[in-house]
């Protein structure tokens, strides 16, 4: 099982990143997918969720910010984030929910002023 993220990197705020992972060794179908992050010192924190279907959820602090979505052919789910703070500093992580549970290695996310 192997979840891949790329695109994090730094930026400055009010900028824009799109995160993308990628799943193997999964089965995509009917699984949840997301993007968890996690501030050193704090409990990870779900960012959003996108179903199978394609029904989204959003923690509230992301919310009209971040869009999630997901191409089930590719096996990807991305995030788009907007309007960038010093407060999404983090590393964020892939999330895959299906009879099992599986995170991705992470991708660090700097936002500088």
């Known amino acids: 099982v192997q979840l891949v993220e790329s695109g994090g990197g730094l930026v400055q705020v009010g900028g824009s990143l799109r995160l993308s992972c990628v799943a193997s060794?999964?089965?995509?179908?009917?699984?949840?997918m997301g993007w968890y992050r996690q501030v050193p010192g704090k409990e990870r924190e779900m960012v959003a969720s996108v179903t199978y279907g394609g029904a989204t959820n959003y923690a509230g602090s992301v919310k009209g910010r971040f869009t999630i979505s997901r191409d089930n052919a590719k096996n990807t789910v991305s995030l788009e984030m907007n309007a960038l703070g010093p407060e999404d500093t983090a590393v964020y992580y892939c999330w895959y929910l299906g009879l099992q549970q599986f995170w991705g290695q992470g991708t660090l996310v700097t936002v500088s002023s």
């Open positions: 060794g999964v089965i995509f179908s009917s699984a949840v």
